[in-house]
T-cell receptor
Framework: GENVEQHPSTLSVQEGDSAVIKCTYS??????FPWYKQELGKGPQLIID???NVGEKKDQRIAVTLNKTAKHFSLHITETQPEDSAVYFC?????????WGAGTKLIIKP | EAGVVQSPRYKIIEKKQPVAFWCNPI?????LYWYLQNLGQGPELLIR????????DSQLPKDRFSAERLKGVDSTLKIQPAELGDSAVYLC???????????FGEGSRLTVL
């Protein structure tokens, strides 16, 4: 079955710097790759997603890139702010089933 | 628009006791999901409903877990009897027809003593 690996498990960056989180997936049939942000005590919330027919997608300070050949996708956050501190999850979807990564705790240092 | 509502937010029980969680999805969302989330891990799907039909319950431990969505709207997840290893956050999510975006509730945190 599909397996999603996410790295790093913890990422600490200075406020204003960029953060990059990487995920790899195993099943080439996966065709939808969302990223969710989870704040303490809350459920995950979708922040950006990408489909397999697109290589890159941007939304203000957030971007996602997809390399289908290598089977990996990445989340890029530029000009990080304190409110970006949270746990970020990547996921890969195959036949309506989402397989989630283990999460990355992003810490923004003032 | 009201979000996904879950109750209770917190529940502490003794092992072997029963427990039930309730979820009310966003109006118009016909797909409902129950996930389990252990500390420091991603959500794991327990069951997915399309309207009132459970279309994926392959990961639901059916010896002790059960779920229902009788009228295709709200849903209940039950554990009986609870074990120590069931301590986790139980998340409910819903999605619109044809959309891949999941909207999550705040979760129900279960502690089994």
């Amino acid at each position: 079955g599909e397996n999603v690996e996410q790295h790093p498990s913890t990422l600490s960056v200075q406020e204003g710097d960029s953060a990059v989180i990487k995920c790899t997936y195993s099943d080439s049939a996966s065709n939808y790759f969302p990223w969710y942000k989870q704040e303490l005590g809350k459920g995950p919330q979708l922040i950006i997603d990408i489909r397999s027919n697109v290589g890159e997608k941007k939304d203000q300070r957030i971007a996602v890139t997809l390399n289908k050949t290598a089977k990996h996708f990445s989340l890029h956050i530029t000009e990080t702010q304190p409110e970006d501190s949270a746990v970020y999850f990547c996921a890969a979807s195959i036949r309506y089933q989402l397989i989630w990564g283990a999460g990355t705790k992003l810490i923004i240092k003032p | 628009e009201a979000g996904v509502v879950q109750s209770p937010r917190y529940k502490i029980i003794e092992k072997k006791q029963p427990v039930a969680f309730w979820c009310n999805p966003i109006s118009g969302h016909n797909t409902l999901y129950w996930y389990l989330q252990n500390l420091g891990q991603g959500p794991e799907l327990l069951i997915r409903y399309e309207n009132e039909e459970a279309v994926d319950d392959s990961q639901l431990p059916k010896d002790r877990f059960s779920a229902e969505r009788l009228k295709g709207v709200d849903s209940t997840l039950k554990i009986q009897p609870a074990e120590l290893g069931d301590s986790a956050v139980y998340l409910c999510a819903s999605s619109r027809p044809g959309s891949g975006e999941l909207f999550f509730g705040e979760g129900s945190r279960l502690t089994v003593l």
